[in-house]
């Protein structure tokens, strides 16, 4: 129970890699709060959390729209009358070469991943401020560190997560709030699921390890980020990938 009565947030977290997150903070004590544009997904991953014992809310949440986010956390405060632990997972894909790349593709991509992760660091920024404590962490792409064809929109949002991890590292540092972040690398859910199945099979022979990750492979990140054992850790970012890109 190393988050015993801590307060965590996790946006996009009724599904893949966020619920999975939600699940294990909650195992170790945290009360969870999961906003998700998909509500009703939202509040059964909530019922399940609810039948290990945790407290939780589950919010209709865009994270593009300001308002929306600062309503969410205006919520949490008044149920929980804190908010220690900012997890940031909420992404999407769109995918497409350069030249066949619309606006509204590079917009979307770069508005729910870089834009919507802004909106919810600088909503929380505030109370955990407030508490002298915090904890943000937030889910990038090894595709943010070695780019890939194809994802010119995916790969620029996750290394713009990167970059607004250490400077908001630096600037919540000397109010105790850690910031890092988490680049999977090929994890199984149901955005990875609809990739072409010779495209899987070239990308596991890249993988040390030869296996995709699972959810939970990102969660243990997650929960060591969230946890005390990682206290002295800020402006990182720990690639969880089985040895596809090393630096
Ligand atoms: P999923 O698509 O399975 O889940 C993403 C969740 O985020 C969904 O519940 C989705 O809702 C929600 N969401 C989408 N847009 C918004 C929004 N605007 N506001 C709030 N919630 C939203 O993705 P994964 O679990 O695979 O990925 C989670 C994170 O991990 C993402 O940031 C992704 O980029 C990153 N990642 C994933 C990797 C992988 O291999 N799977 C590898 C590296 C990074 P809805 O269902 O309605 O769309």
Request: hydrophobic share 45%.
């Amino acid at each position: 129970m190393i988050l015993k009565d801590k307060v965590a947030l996790v946006t996009g977290g009724a599904r893949g890699i966020g619920r999975a997150i939600a699940l294990a903070l909650a195992r170790e004590g945290a009360d969870i709060v999961i906003g998700d544009v998909n509500k009703e997904e939202a509040a059964k991953s909530c019922l399940e959390i609810e039948s290990l014992g945790r407290k939780t809310l589950a919010l209709g949440m865009d994270v593009t729209d300001y308002a929306n986010v600062e309503d969410a956390v205006n919520k949490i405060l008044d149920k929980f009358g804190k908010v220690d632990i900012l997890v940031n997972n909420a992404g999407i894909t769109k995918d497409n070469l350069l030249l066949r790349m619309n606006q509204a593709d590079w917009d979307a991509v770069l508005n729910v991943n870089l834009k919507g992760t802004f909106n919810c660091i600088k909503a929380v920024s505030r109370p955990m401020i407030k508490q002298r404590t915090g904890r943000i962490i937030s889910i990038a792409s090894i595709i943010g560190i070695i780019g890939n064809p194809g994802q010119a929109n995916y790969a620029a949002s996750k290394a713009g997560i990167i970059a607004l991890t250490k400077t908001a590292a630096k600037e919540l540092a000397s109010r105790n709030i850690n910031v890092n972040a988490i680049a999977p690398g090929f994890i199984q859910t149901e955005m990875t699921a609809k990739l072409p199945e010779d495209l899987k099979n070239k990308m596991k022979e890249a993988i040390p390890l030869d296996r995709f990750g699972s959810p939970d492979d990102v969660a243990a990140a997650c929960l060591f980020l969230a946890s005390g054992d990682s206290s002295y850790i800020t402006g990182q970012t720990i690639v969880v990938d089985g040895g596809m890109v090393m630096a």
